[in-house]
């Protein structure tokens, strides 16, 4: 199994900054994409921002222009750069990774972190 932390969440004024940081442990040999996700309070998961194995980015309409993702040296981590927070940012945000086994390439994984707490006050 792959092991996924995320940190980096905490309590900011609007129009504040929050870096999140997320490692995967583990089968980290063919990671194809990480992303993150978040959920708020009676709101549907949806996907915040994602980077494949090739750097490509994908980001929800809502984010773009304020929220970064990026790849850390080692490829099994990924960070989100938060720039001028809003409260409807507020949520519990998800590191996902999605991967293949090395004896089964063609069948992909999803592995979820614990979640980490953004609150974005008014």
């Known amino acids: 199994q792959v092991q996924v932390v995320e940190s980096g969440g905490g309590v900011v004024q609007a129009g504040g900054s929050l870096r999140l940081s997320c490692g995967a442990s583990?089968?980290?040999?063919?990671?194809?994409?990480m992303g993150w996700y978040r959920q708020g309070t009676g709101k549907q998961r949806e996907l915040v921002a994602q980077?494949?194995?090739?750097?490509?980015?994908d980001y929800a309409e809502s984010v773009k222009g304020r929220l970064t993702i990026s790849r850390g040296n080692a490829k099994n981590t990924v960070y989100l750069q938060m720039n001028d927070l809003k409260p409807e940012d507020t949520a519990v945000y998800y590191c996902?990774?999605?991967?293949?086994?090395?004896?089964?390439?063609?069948?992909?994984?999803?592995?979820w972190g614990q979640g980490t707490q953004v609150t974005v006050s008014s």
């Open positions: 583990g089968t980290t040999f063919n990671i194809k994409a």
């Open positions: 996902n990774v999605r991967s293949v086994r090395p004896w089964n390439l063609g069948d992909e994984y999803s592995d």
């Open positions: 980077i494949t194995s090739d750097g490509n980015t």
